[in-house]
């Protein structure tokens, strides 16, 4: 069974160091490329976007964009 046929999509409030699951289910967009990602596979967010990121490097990119709009 694929892990993601254990529900929907979830909803987060993203914390330090960890997050809390506001809506269940098995895994949250990537902010950026709109990828699924499982819950359990989760290691990258912002706690001030409250935004998920697939990866370091997705998430990297982001900080950089949103650095250079300010």
Same mark, same amino acid.
Do not use: R, V
């Given at each position: 069974m694929n892990r993601m046929e254990n529900g929907g999509e979830a909803k987060l409030r993203?914390?330090? *160091?960890?997050f809390q699951v506001v809506r269940p289910g098995a895994y949250v967009r990537c902010a950026v490329?709109?990828?699924?990602? *499982?819950?359990d596979l989760l290691r990258y967010w912002s706690v001030e976007r409250q935004e998920a990121y697939v990866d370091g490097e997705t998430s990297f990119r982001r900080e950089m964009d949103v650095a250079g709009k300010s």
């Open positions: 993203y914390g330090t *160091p960890d490329t709109g990828e699924a990602i *499982p819950l």
